[in-house]
């Protein structure tokens, strides 16, 4: 349960930023070492408070002044990283996933001897606005060490700068509050324990940044060092969280925040911990995705979402995506039911947003925002990327043309309701998502006036000008995977319409009822199908079999310049039939049913080799399909590559010239899935009790065993699987 | 009635290649001096003879083996341009337009004295297969001269090379045969007279041509000279021509031909001369625009068209575009209604290849090329222009998107129906052009399954995915032009079918008729209009008012690279307002009469600020509507744009990376529209004598008198106007 890595090396600040870092859902930590300043990117990044900074730049979420900067000084020498390199003699950094703390490890050499610093730092999960930070240096020599430490508002920001001025306030409780121009503030404060033989101290206020300077003189092995606890909040928070932990802050002392925090996530690793026999690695991996799913699980809101990076900063705005619904959701619906239902608040909240982007892009009903922040409100503007050649802004079409997030919303709720047994979150507004999202739907479908030699599409609703999952190829016709979620939209409203059986309702009322249910039938009936090969093969999109047909690497040959963007009307990709991510392949693991094994397999291999895995999204789609498809061997490296993809180095940080560094939570839930419904087989199963859970194991031949805990249907169960047998046994059920 | 040139500027020979243009409908002879090699693109232009050179490369028009090819030698030293640019006293070039000749003129420095070189060259109108050229050499000391003259099959070419191999006969008739891959071959006879004191004469025979030495040794003064006829024929001639000339060309001799070539071209100018008195300018550039139609006009042929760049060359593979139909077949219809029924008849045969297209782009009907070559069949590609920073082919959609062509067509036969009276071009294929259009939009058009908020469109067919003729904006929904052009052809469909009173038809068919005569009547009613400001200002295309607001320069001044394409999907103009060319202004130039002069003149101005005129169709469609509006003296300058479109420097050689230089037809055709329909105001009144035509002058205050012929209803009318009264008069009709 212990992600490390020995060494130093300067160029990893980004990678290991993302890899180490800590949260409590309210907000994420970035895992660089306390010395680090805005150029090597730290971040305290806040859950879904966001801020415009200038009319040219893009609204994203919000940083806070950082309470846990520290650097030392020996004898008047800064022992500082990365300026001091060369002095490294150690240097580890670590998650503890079993306790939820960060550890550094940094051994200094200096022409006295050797120094040591040791630094905990965890956010609590106990107590969200809470940080909590334990420093301690030694030297094997006397020294006089000099440990500055405070609070550094001189934030890192990809569109900012946000603060147009920095409150600062001195005193045993230091504080620097960020206020941007629209007076939306993000302020931190902290208290902080001293250990050792202080002479000294005195304090630096600068514009942005308080600093507390402590000199101590200790003597050779001798410790000195701070304990620090933080206080961190926005001016929104009320709007956010149930409650707030701020009158606690006072009294709360960093070793009681620690025992707190190390029982938090023993009793969670009781309940959530997944057991793979045989395969440490992958083991580590899964569970390194439960843990940083449930560091930046909104815990502490009423209604909000996780960003598609997580927490680990303010890549693709801070802006939540379908990756929530369609990939990460199912972890919360199987072990946390609360925060899956906070999730999906969210939407009922955004449908607000919906509504209006519908209306501004001449449909009717709801349009989810493909990025989104607070309210629905769509963050992605239609230029998304950079040209690398001209540097001018390129007309993408992710935001108005991305139709597939409404749909995806929808298939979100659906899963809650169908996994939960708790139809309650209908009545709360789910069921209005539902309607609005088909009436979306509806009014983009359409049919051509007249039709003779095409005979497939006589009397048929089409689906023009959209983009798939798939990127890569923009503002195509009829493409398989949407028209697929915009008809299962449609079947969902049917049927919850169907089981509404409110008797208050007037007969003018249920006529209309009557009306509209005729309407969806009709128009479920009428959506084109997509077109297929005679050996089966389903057409991604209209003309997608006339595109060339070569190699992935035929297609990266091409590039010009490795940060090209390969999709869009000019990229490489665009015109041949290499797509970006699973698009037919998510389809076909959504609606396996729908298909026979050979369909399945055929399509899986046809689009496995056309496939550029340009997004985290991808892998565990493809691996999921492989398992379904019993095809475990093939599947297990998918699965390796979505469980571990921000353990290894990240292969793509670079989009069209934007920056997309940061955590893949989506790959870390698909990798969840492919655990469960995949390895384990889980599916579930109408009986008279209800729904339960029924097992069909392909687990990779290196497998002993693989063992978890899930809820369905509001009951907890322990599930065992070996080669031999496997077991669904009931377990205590507690809700987090 | 004489287009010159004096002086001589290496830099221009593309320019003047064109200006200079010969031609006679079969082929256009570029006019370049007769030394000229491929380097400075001499060309014979074939007209509808085209080859695919490579698999890689476009089709595209065939050049002939060059009989025009002298060159001359002076003591054993070339005298040839542009080698001997430094030793040039005086060069003159020239068309004179009363006889049909292109007329050459050198004088060269020497240490012994000066050489003089003329020549006089024409394509013959009489006889189409033939080319002559007299060129006479004097030298002011005595002086051994030799000319070398011959055929050279080293032919310039865009897409080429094009003959794998070249067949070379020598003796008194010599020839050149480039045979291409598939067989397809062009051939070039020539015999001379030889005028002068011959001392020797030999024969120089290379790979791609072959070369005639003649020796000569003259006195101060004294003349030496050759006389050449040649002959060019294909092996395609056959399929194009109504009879060939070659039985003829062994007794033909220069001077008959030039003797008939006078006679041709002074009776052409009794008919056809357009009289400007006070603008002598203009008057000048307006016959030259009639000219360059004529010698394009392909009279030998029974189903021909004109490309887009005349027979100036290969550019736009020597394709037919809209350009015949919208911009130059008025001229023809006005003057020479045989050549106007060889255009329409043209797309009759082609009606194959758009019944092809359409099924291949997944509609009903006729889907004309948008680059035509025989049979209807498509030359443009899918990727039709050059990344320029990249060197990437770009995905366009001029091929699968510009669907107003189809509507083009139909507007030309409309025009050529009810301007000349005759109607037995619809028996003989015309009413099945126009029912296949209309297929083809009405399975284009499509309907919204639901639409409840967007209240203007509720139950409205709707015309999607489209390029209209602004060619910036791509893949547009309800482009105003492409809408109403094809209500158009719906509308026209209709009353042919309401006139066919064909009594033998059975009742079956008729009920089949009035059956397809309602759903034409019902797709009618439910086209939707296009949005309008509340000033009055009508949307180009559904959200243009969104696009952002710019001026031209602005746009212009965010180019890299001057030789960008301003459109697609990156372009600089793509996402701003600022538009290629006319386009609502073309709509409205067209259907005047459905608007008031308010909303004219509003459109007009909102617009005319907005246009690049990055095409040449576009001063003339401006000025027509400016003419419309009264508002002549604007007018007047899109007049002279268009005219003398090829007289002055061409202001856009490249696009996207492409040559695009050559003659541009239809802005002379657009020339010749504004001066009859604009300022003659030449309109058509159904009598009960028949249709005779009205005019509502609006001439420019500096024009003292217009006057001109025109052939209404198959009579001649001579038309005289001058600022205080006008004319129409019966005139003798000649059928050409």
């Given at each position: 349960m212990i992600i490390k890595e020995v060494g130093y090396n300067k160029e990893n600040y980004a990678h290991f930023g993302t890899k180490f870092l800590i949260g409590n859902g309210y907000m994420g930590v970035r895992g660089t070492p306390e010395e680090y300043t805005k150029e090597y990117m730290p971040a305290i990044n806040i859950?879904?408070?966001?801020?415009?900074?200038?009319?040219?730049?893009?609204?994203?979420?919000?940083?806070?002044?950082?309470?846990?900067?520290?650097?030392?000084?020996?004898?008047?020498?800064?022992?500082?990283?990365?300026?001091?390199?060369?002095?490294?003699?150690?240097?580890?950094?670590?998650?503890?996933?079993?306790?939820?703390?960060?550890?550094?490890?940094?051994?200094?050499?200096?022409?006295?001897?050797?120094?040591?610093?040791?630094?905990?730092r965890f956010a609590s999960m106990t107590a969200h606005n809470i940080l909590a930070l334990e420093y301690i240096v030694t030297a094997d020599f006397d020294a006089e060490i000099i440990i500055t430490s405070g609070i550094d508002g001189n934030v890192w920001d990809v569109n900012g700068?946000?603060?147009?001025?920095?409150?600062?306030?001195?005193?045993?409780?230091?504080?620097?509050?960020?206020?941007?121009d629209n007076g939306l503030s993000v302020k931190t404060l902290e208290k902080v324990e001293i250990k050792g033989n202080l002479k000294s101290q005195s304090v630096i206020k600068e514009d942005k940044r308080i600093l507390r300077a402590l000199t101590f003189a200790v003597k050779k092995d001798e410790q000195c060092s701070i304990k620090k606890v933080a206080y961190v909040s926005t001016s929104k928070d009320l709007q956010i969280a149930?409650?707030?932990?701020?009158?606690?802050?006072?009294?709360?002392?960093?070793?009681?925040?620690?025992?707190?925090?190390?029982?938090?996530?023993?009793s969670f690793w009781v309940e959530n911990f997944v057991t793979i026999e045989g395969d440490k690695e992958a083991e580590t991996a899964l569970n390194y995705c439960i843990y940083s799913l449930q560091i930046i699980a909104p815990r502490h809101a009423k209604a909000l979402s996780i960003p598609a990076r997580g927490l680990s900063g303010q890549v693709y705005k801070g802006a939540v995506f379908w990756d929530t619904e369609m990939f990460m959701l199912?972890?919360?619906?199987?072990?946390?039911?609360?925060?899956?239902r906070t999730l999906l608040k969210y939407r009922i909240d955004g449908l607000k947003g919906a509504r209006i982007k519908a209306k501004q892009e001449g449909f009717d009903g709801a349009f989810y925002a493909w990025e989104s922040h607070e309210n629905g409100l769509e963050a992605c503007t239609k230029f998304n990327v950079t040209d690398v050649f001209t540097g001018r802004s390129v007309r993408t079409y992710f935001m108005d043309k991305q139709v597939h997030i409404s749909a995806a919303i929808v298939?979100?709720?659906?899963?809650?309701?169908?996994?939960?047994?708790?139809?309650?979150?209908?009545a709360d507004g789910g069921l209005e998502i539902i309607l609005e999202c088909a009436d979306f739907y509806m009014s983009m479908l359409s049919q051509r006036f007249s039709h003779r030699q095409d005979s497939d599409r006589v009397g048929k609703l089409e689906l023009h000008d959209v983009v798939g999952p798939d990127e890569y190829h923009e503002r195509v016709n009829n493409n398989a995977y949407t028209n697929r979620m915009a008809k299962f939209v449609l079947e969902y409203a049917l049927e919850v319409l169907k089981k509404q059986t409110a008797t208050s309702v007037s007969q003018v009322e249920k006529n209309r009822i009557t009306a509209y249910k005729k309407k969806l039938k009709k128009c479920i009936e009428a959506i084109c199908q997509p077109r297929t090969s005679k050996d089966g093969v389903i057409e991604q999109f209209d003309g997608y079999f006339e595109l060339e047909d070569v190699s992935v690497d035929e297609v990266r040959s091409r590039l010009k310049d490795k940060r090209e963007y390969w999709g869009g009307s000019n990229g490489v990709a665009s015109t041949t039939k290499i797509i970006k991510q699973a698009d037919v392949v998510t389809m076909l693991a959504l609606f396996k049913n729908e298909y026979d094994i050979q369909t399945l397999r055929k399509n899986l291999e046809y689009y496995e080799k056309r496939t550029e895995h340009g997004s985290s999204l991808s892998a565990c789609m493809y691996g999921l399909l492989h398992c379904y498809c019993d095809s475990v061997q093939d599947a297990y490296p998918m699965f390796v590559k979505s469980a571990a993809v921000d353990l290894?180095?990240?292969?793509?940080?670079?989009?069209?010239?934007?920056?997309?560094?940061?955590?893949?939570?989506?790959?870390?839930?698909?990798?969840?899935?492919?655990?469960?419904?995949?390895?384990?087989?889980?599916?579930?199963?109408q009986t008279k009790k209800g729904i339960t859970p029924v097992l069909n194991p392909r687990l990779p031949t290196h497998w002993k065993r693989l063992a978890f805990k899930c809820s369905i249907a509001g009951k907890r169960y322990n599930i065992n699987i070996t080669n031999k047998k496997h077991s669904i046994k009931s377990a205590k059920y507690k809700e987090k």
């Open positions: 859950a879904g408070v966001y801020n415009l900074a200038a009319p040219d730049k893009w609204r994203e979420s919000l940083n806070a002044p950082n309470p846990f900067f520290v650097k030392i000084a020996i004898g008047g020498t800064e022992l500082a990283l990365p300026d001091a390199t060369n002095k490294v003699l150690l240097h580890e950094q670590s998650i503890n996933m079993a306790l939820g703390i960060h550890l550094r490890k940094t051994v200094f050499k200096t022409q006295q001897g050797q120094v040591n610093i040791e630094s905990r700068p946000h603060f147009v001025r920095h409150n600062i306030v001195d005193g045993e409780i230091m504080s620097v509050e960020g206020v941007c149930k409650k707030t932990s701020d009158t606690n802050f006072l009294s709360l002392t960093y070793d009681e925040l620690l025992v707190a925090q190390t029982e938090y996530w023993k199912d972890y919360f619906i199987l072990n946390d039911i609360g925060t899956a298939y979100g709720l659906h899963k809650y309701t169908s996994m939960t047994g708790d139809f309650s979150i209908l290894v180095t990240p292969s793509k940080l670079w989009a069209g010239g934007i920056y997309i560094g940061g955590s893949h939570p989506a790959s870390w839930g698909g990798a969840y899935q492919m655990m469960v419904y995949g390895f384990a087989g889980l599916t579930l199963k």
